[in-house]
């Protein structure tokens, strides 16, 4: 099917439907190679040159309107996040009333804790996964004692068999059922950040339905890589950044999913700002709070303008692709050729700790480095200096991640090349 020379890279980029979008992105500058590469999209997505547009088109708004351009402009602030919820529904297989730009990711968490994570006497444990992402874990341990609970009894994790990277579902499962009249919330990625590995999220959310816990998803890896429906899953909710796959820039706004049957829930705890109030008297300014129907209910505060207009311009990009299922199809393809070519050049020197069946993976590869002579840190370090970008994770592996809207074919083959080469050098 593949074949190993540069001139076949070319070939697959030629064939490519989706090529063209590459010019419609910002390459980084070179420092020291001729060109640069780069495979860090699970980190940072790349600069659309919409999102550039979008930001300096509402610079000028705010420049020649001030405050008018909170309702009287063509693209008024004061709704900007509503026009975020269509494109977003439909990358996340969410209706728009179920979805929400807002916050960072780990806020977003927070606050969609403290409507689903509720515990009681009987039922008060938070289960994870052990190697879950900083972050998550910081914010579930608070979660935990802010309700008085000690996270030695209140948290369980799940880890991955001795000797194993990645976690097997029946394990993930048999936990669940194991605490499952304890589990006041199960909270699980969609791809695991460090190997790569796409959870079973449908049999997770019926093994936690099954023991009555909520159970809530953490999509950074999984937004915009591939394809989703959360509305299906029947979760309760989900939360994702939007600077890495959605290629929204530094620290953009976060996103947040609730299930469409928690929507006009009154017994639902939630921690409100006038941003969730009903829009039609929300200026009233009146001190009874009365939610909007929908997850806009979780909104606080007024949505940061120039955070969320790079995302407006990105969505744009996916949409003009065709959305989340022609690129899923090319991602397919460059990570076939991507392990094609790690196993005829690299084999035995370069091994990849993600999983191998297409289902169980998104376009990251998480590699580590078996090489004796040379430490997986030399490698990156290496790679900087060719001007390829990409992760790095402690305590040795190297997150390579061939994006189908702005990386080629030709960026795989230079980027095997070069690792060789490292490796020939050491
Ligand atoms: C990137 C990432 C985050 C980032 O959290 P922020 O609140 O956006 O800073 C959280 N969780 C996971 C799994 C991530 O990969």
């Known amino acids: 099917m593949f074949e190993p020379g540069a001139a076949f890279a070319e070939s697959l980029d030629r064939a490519d439907p989706l090529r063209r979008f590459r010019d419609q992105f910002a390459?980084?500058?070179?420092?020291?190679?001729?060109?640069?590469?780069?495979?860090?999209g699970d980190s940072l997505g790349l600069q659309p040159r919409a999102a550039r547009d979008m930001v300096i088109a509402e610079l000028d708004r705010w420049a020649d309107n001030g405050a008018r351009g909170h309702f009287e402009t063509d693209r008024p602030w004061v709704p900007y996040h509503q026009l975020l919820?269509?494109?977003?529904?439909?990358?996340?297989?969410?209706?728009?009333?179920?979805?929400?730009?807002?916050?960072?990711?780990?806020?977003?968490?927070?606050?969609?804790?403290?409507?689903?994570?509720?515990?009681?006497?009987?039922?008060?444990?938070?289960l994870i996964e052990d190697?879950?992402?900083p972050s998550?874990?910081?914010?579930?341990?608070?979660?935990?004692?802010?309700?008085?609970?000690?996270?030695?009894?209140?948290?369980?994790t799940v880890e991955p068999r001795p000797g194993e990277e990645t976690l097997r579902t029946e394990d993930l499962i048999d936990a669940i059922d194991r605490h499952g009249s304890e589990l006041a919330l199960v909270l699980l990625p969609g791809i695991q950040y460090y190997t790569g590995q796409v959870l079973p999220m449908a049999e997770l959310a019926a093994a936690a339905r099954a023991v009555g816990a909520p159970i809530g998803l953490d999509l950074a890896h999984a937004v915009g890589n591939i394809?989703?429906?959360?509305?299906?899953?029947?979760?309760?909710?989900?939360?994702?950044?939007?600077?890495?796959?959605?290629?929204?820039?530094?620290?953009?706004?976060?996103?947040?999913?609730?299930?469409e049957r928690h929507h006009g829930d009154s017994d639902l705890p939630r921690y409100h700002g006038w941003w969730g109030h009903d829009r039609a008297t929300r200026f009233e300014m009146d001190t009874l709070f009365r939610p909007i129907p929908t997850a806009e209910a979780w909104l606080v505060s007024n949505s940061p303008i120039l955070a969320m207009a790079p995302l407006l311009g990105s969505l744009?990009?996916?949409?003009?692709?065709?959305?989340?299922?022609?690129?899923?199809?090319?991602?397919?393809?460059?990570?076939?050729?991507?392990?094609?070519?790690?196993?005829?050049?690299?084999?035995?020197?370069?091994?990849?700790?993600?999983?191998?069946?297409?289902?169980?993976?998104?376009?990251?590869?998480?590699?580590?480095?078996?090489?004796?002579?040379?430490?997986?840190?030399?490698?990156?370090?290496e790679l900087a200096a060719a001007d390829v970008q990409c992760g790095w994770r402690y305590p040795n592996v190297v997150r390579v991640a061939p994006v189908p809207l702005y990386n080629s074919f030709a960026d795989i083959h230079r980027f095997v090349s070069i690792l060789e080469q490292i490796l020939d050098d050491t």
């Open 136 to 156: 998550d874990h910081y914010a579930v341990d608070s979660q935990i004692r802010a309700h008085g609970l000690d996270p030695a009894h209140a948290l369980v």
């Open 27 to 40: 390459m980084p500058v070179p420092h020291r190679a001729a060109e640069s590469t780069y495979l860090d």
């Open 316 to 381: 744009t990009v996916f949409e003009e692709a065709g959305g989340i299922g022609p690129l899923r199809t090319k991602s397919e393809v460059m990570i076939q050729y991507m392990d094609y070519l790690l196993d005829t050049r690299l084999e035995g020197r370069v091994e990849s700790i993600t999983p191998r069946a297409l289902d169980q993976r998104g376009c990251q590869h998480s590699l580590r480095i078996n090489d004796p002579s040379v430490s997986g840190q030399q490698v990156y370090e």
């Open 131 to 133: 190697h879950a992402f």
């Open 227 to 259: 394809e989703l429906s959360l509305h299906d899953l029947d979760i309760d909710f989900a939360v994702w950044c939007t600077y890495k796959y959605l290629n929204a820039g530094p620290g953009a706004t976060g996103g947040a999913f609730v299930h």
């Open 85 to 126: 919820a269509e494109p977003m529904g439909r990358l996340t297989g969410a209706l728009p009333t179920e979805v929400v730009t807002m916050n960072g990711l780990t806020v977003n968490l927070h606050l969609l804790m403290v409507s689903f994570y509720r515990p009681t006497t009987s039922r008060y444990k938070i």
